[in-house]
């Protein structure tokens, strides 16, 4: 690790310019919300336009969208005309958010916490065309699994991959090929999934293949042996269980405590034309968060999951684990009351922390997704908008607000410590890594 990168990781451009809105105008919101009823408030508020075009993924971490279109939590907010557009994968959100709302696409989503860095700097678009985002907040901590094939239930798979390194090593052996699926590179489960194997000595990039599969598409693809295990969301894991074609070894949580996993972001340019609009989204799917935390609403929140236009999965593939079940298969125990179930709201779930944002970006420096010399400080802060979300907050009620922009410390499951003031290091102690 040269002192170049180190100092890029940490070193950076003051605050953007673009945060502007004025503490006069978020006092004169304020005064308003306090005077008039919810409804009345965004009214009388008048966002820019009603209009937005919102993306989303087949995935139960994409619930907060569904429950403000379905309880008019969007209406409520004076963004009447909004489109919450289901979309096939995570390459086709990418596509449509470069293309905006404008050119037939979308203005933002429910989307992988590194994508909007990944297509703010052009490193995953068409011909590396940079298009701004802002990620306004985040949607959930933890929540996604790492589940195997069924042709390894004997070895009751867990943190530990090292028999699984030993397992792939002889199916290679006999000629055949071993295969790991995500669902985009660099985003989330690509990054999961590596960390789980390059912990056991697995090498992402040489002993297994890594293959881009669409989440909704995961079980059918290990049902006919695409891949010999996945990373995703539910309801996947707990369908390709419930099927009996694979089971869980492991839910993310385990790999790193409260893990931060999809955001909500918007177009930048989108933002900048309508900031009042853009509050109203937020305050919309913060709310929705709210009500999908509550245990009393997780019945609920499943039923809604399930309906056609949102996911289309049977309730029984998503109500268990949403309310803290595991039946991981492969005859491993049930895990009740998990603390690794996702959260919406509870451990500040909503509040994008830019020393997450920091973790993201170096990872994907460490697999050479992105550049040694991206200035990963002066990233964040033009891409993370975390100023707006505690605006929102406050406009919320809300008065446990994040003290700090770092959560921290991160500890991860083989000892591994990542410390947000000398992201050098942590990307030093990893042995496994592809860095360009």
Same mark, same amino acid.
């Given at each position: 690790?040269?002192?170049?990168?180190?100092?890029?990781?940490?070193?950076?451009?003051?605050?953007?310019?673009?945060?502007?809105?004025?503490?006069?105008?978020?006092?004169?919101?304020?005064?308003?919300?306090?005077?008039?009823?919810?409804?009345?408030?965004?009214?009388?508020?008048?966002?820019?336009?009603?209009?937005?075009?919102?993306?989303?993924?087949?995935?139960? /971490?994409?619930?907060?969208? *569904?429950?403000?279109?379905?309880?008019?939590?969007?209406?409520?907010?004076?963004?009447?005309?909004?489109?919450?557009?289901?979309?096939?994968?995570?390459?086709?959100?990418? /596509?449509?958010?470069?293309?905006?709302?404008?050119?037939?696409?979308?203005?933002? !989503?429910?989307?992988?916490?590194?994508?909007?860095?990944?297509?703010?700097?052009?490193?995953?678009? $068409?011909?590396?065309?940079?298009?701004?985002?802002?990620?306004?907040?985040?949607?959930? &901590?933890?929540?996604?699994?790492?589940?195997?094939?069924?042709?390894?239930? /004997?070895?009751?798979?867990?943190?530990?991959?090292?028999?699984?390194?030993?397992?792939?090593?002889?199916?290679?052996?006999?000629?055949?090929?071993?295969?790991?699926?995500?669902?985009?590179?660099?985003?989330?489960?690509?990054?999961? +999934?590596?960390?789980?194997?390059?912990?056991?000595? &697995?090498?992402?990039?040489?002993?297994? $293949?890594?293959?881009?599969?669409?989440?909704?598409?995961? &079980?059918?693809?290990?049902?006919?042996?695409?891949?010999?295990? *996945?990373?995703?969301?539910?309801?996947?894991?707990? $369908?390709?269980?419930?099927?009996? +074609?694979?089971?869980?070894?492991?839910?993310?949580?385990?790999?790193?405590? #409260?893990?931060?996993?999809?955001?909500?972001?918007?177009?930048?340019?989108?933002?900048?034309?309508?900031?009042? !609009?853009?509050?109203?989204?937020?305050?919309?799917?913060?709310?929705? $968060?709210?009500?999908?935390?509550?245990?009393?609403?997780?019945?609920?929140?499943?039923?809604?999951?399930?309906?056609?236009?949102?996911?289309?999965?049977?309730?029984?593939?998503? &109500?268990?684990?949403?309310?803290?079940? *595991?039946?991981?298969?492969?005859?491993?125990?049930?895990?009740?009351?998990?603390?690794?179930?996702?959260?919406?709201?509870?451990? =500040?779930?909503?509040?994008?922390?830019?020393?997450? /944002?920091?973790?993201?970006?170096?990872?994907?420096?460490?697999?050479?997704?992105?550049?040694?010399?991206?200035?990963?400080?002066?990233?964040?802060? #033009?891409? =993370?908008?975390?100023?707006?979300?505690?605006?929102?907050?406050?406009?919320?009620?809300?008065?446990?607000?994040?003290?700090?922009?770092?959560?921290?410390?991160?500890?991860?499951?083989?000892?591994?410590?990542?410390?947000?003031?000398?992201?050098?290091?942590?990307?030093?102690?990893?042995? +496994?890594?592809?860095?360009?």
């Amino acid at each position: 690790m040269t002192d170049h990168v180190k100092t890029l990781l940490t070193s950076g451009a003051s605050r953007r310019s673009v945060l502007r809105a004025g503490a006069g105008a978020a006092a004169t919101l304020l005064a308003a919300r306090a005077l008039l009823p919810s409804g009345a408030y965004a009214q009388t508020a008048g966002p820019e336009t009603p209009k937005a075009k919102l993306g989303f993924i087949a995935l139960t /971490d994409a619930g907060p969208l *569904f429950v403000a279109k379905e309880k008019g939590l969007f209406d409520k907010y004076g963004m009447t005309e909004v489109e919450v557009a289901k979309q096939s994968s995570w390459g086709t959100t990418r /596509d449509n958010i470069v293309l905006g709302s404008a050119g037939g696409g979308i203005d933002g !989503a429910h989307i992988l916490t590194p994508m909007p860095y990944l297509i703010t700097t052009g490193a995953m678009t $068409q011909n590396n065309r940079p298009t701004e985002m802002m990620i306004l907040g985040r949607l959930n &901590v933890a929540g996604q699994c790492i589940s195997v094939g069924q042709e390894y239930a /004997d070895l009751k798979l867990g943190l530990d991959t090292r028999p699984f390194k030993t397992a792939l090593e002889k199916k290679k052996a006999s000629g055949k090929d071993v295969k790991a699926a995500m669902t985009f590179p660099g985003g989330t489960h690509d990054l999961w +999934i590596r960390y789980w194997l390059a912990a056991g000595g &697995v090498d992402p990039n040489k002993d297994i $293949q890594t293959i881009v599969v669409p989440p909704a598409q995961m &079980v059918a693809n290990m049902k006919v042996g695409t891949m010999d295990c *996945f990373c995703v969301c539910e309801p996947w894991n707990e $369908q390709l269980k419930n099927q009996k +074609i694979g089971y869980t070894a492991l839910t993310t949580g385990e790999l790193w405590d #409260k893990h931060p996993e999809k955001a909500f972001a918007l177009r930048a340019d989108y933002v900048e034309k309508n900031p009042k !609009a853009a509050k109203a989204l937020l305050m919309a799917v913060m709310e929705a $968060q709210q009500w999908c935390e509550k245990m009393e609403n997780k019945e609920e929140l499943a039923a809604i999951c399930a309906k056609r236009n949102w996911i289309g999965a049977p309730i029984s593939d998503t &109500v268990a684990r949403m309310k803290g079940t *595991f039946d991981y298969g492969a005859g491993k125990p049930v895990l009740e009351n998990s603390p690794f179930m996702m959260h919406y709201w509870a451990d =500040n779930a909503g509040y994008p922390y830019k020393s997450h /944002d920091l973790w993201f970006i170096t990872e994907d420096m460490r697999w050479g997704y992105l550049p040694e010399n991206t200035d990963a400080k002066a990233l964040i802060d #033009k891409v =993370n908008r975390e100023d707006l979300w505690r605006e929102a907050a406050k406009e919320l009620g809300v008065t446990d607000l994040p003290a700090s922009t770092s959560r921290g410390v991160e500890k991860f499951f083989d000892g591994k410590v990542f410390d947000p003031e000398n992201p050098g290091e942590y990307l030093a102690s990893l042995d +496994i890594k592809r860095m360009v």
